[in-house]
């Protein structure tokens, strides 16, 4: 007898503080996973600033009724320690596991320093100080991945900020010691005699696409509002005025409508029921941006996928 189907809805990169109307963006998440009776719902970071003012943000994701999971993101510590935010969304650890039906699954937290030999936690921005010294799970934390993994039967699925696929050149694109976190899931898979980890799902990077490394998954979910292109790539969006109320999106391409998906887990396949949208001004492509990033094209979408396994 196959395992029962588990669903969720997965989302990464709202940016409250950053995007105009991002509660809107929210709330048709919200709205939509009660719709379709999801088994839980999961947001991949860049959720939102412990400020007074962002109550009613968390009281929307609060609305979902199923459980819901948080993973952290490099822009919650913008302003605040690691443990403060996690009071404010009501997360009680950094890196966590959790079952649902016949699948376990892993939170990570990749944003740590490794600074003069010793592991710092993300707070009030220091992050943007020591770039080449950020993105790292701790020692402590693979450690823990590797009890945890070895503690379960079942299919996994990892979930995290960064992306855990590989450290790139780029030092903002995953974390550096994905070395050291790949071998603990070949261990894994190796000892189960089976793929017992099968794919890793991840935000930050604000990109659509799927690597495959050593048979395993490394899923990029989009960010529900925008690209970040910088400040070479400057222009208007939705009007001067609203540009002036929210000047970091002169430095991204916002998307249209709010971009997420439902992912299923059934006995050999993961499928993913992505949205698709357009940009609200100029695409990168019009900003004279690459239109690449990471081995991946820019794109306002969550593509369609089913990635058997």
């Not at 048979?215 to 979910?221: E, G, N, Q």
């Not at 002036?244 to 391409?253: D, E, F, K, R, V």
Request: hydrophobic share 35%; charged share 25%; glycine share 8%.
């Amino acid at each position: 007898m196959g395992k029962k189907p588990v669903r969720f809805g997965i989302m990464a990169d709202v940016h409250q503080d950053f995007m105009y109307k991002a509660e809107d963006r929210l709330r048709t998440f919200i709205e939509h996973m009660n719709r379709e009776r999801v088994d839980f719902i999961i947001q991949l970071g860049d959720f939102c600033y412990p400020l007074p003012e962002n109550r009613s943000f968390v009281n929307t994701w609060e609305q979902f009724e199923g459980p819901r999971y948080h993973v952290l993101g490099n822009h919650d510590m913008d302003k605040c320690s690691k443990r403060t935010i996690m009071d404010f969304i009501g997360m009680e650890q950094s890196y966590y596991s959790f079952d649902s039906g016949d699948y376990h699954f892993v939170v990570l937290d990749g944003n740590n320093l490794f600074l003069e030999g010793r592991y710092i936690d993300y707070e009030f921005c220091n992050y943007h100080k020591h770039p080449e010294a950020n993105n790292y799970l701790t020692p402590e934390q693979l450690e823990w991945l590797r009890g945890d993994l070895a503690a379960t039967d079942k299919t996994t699925v990892i979930f995290s900020h960064q992306n855990l696929e590989s450290s790139y050149t780029d030092v903002n694109y995953g974390v550096h010691n994905s070395e050291d976190f790949r071998s603990i899931v070949k261990e894994a898979n190796k000892a189960a005699g089976f793929n017992k980890v099968i794919a890793c799902m991840n935000g930050h990077n604000h990109l659509d696409g799927v690597k495959v490394i050593d048979d395993l998954y490394f899923i990029h979910i989009n960010s529900m509002s925008y690209f970040w292109m910088g400040k070479p790539y400057q222009h208007t969006v939705y009007s001067e005025e609203i540009s002036g109320q929210h000047p970091i999106l002169t430095m991204c391409a916002p998307y249209e409508e709010p971009l997420y998906a439902i992912v299923t887990l059934e006995d050999g396949r993961l499928k993913m029921e992505g949205r698709e949208t357009g940009f609200v001004s100029a695409s990168p492509l019009e900003c004279g941006h690459s239109n690449s990033y990471g081995g991946h094209i820019v794109t306002a979408r969550i593509a369609d996928r089913v990635l058997k396994y």
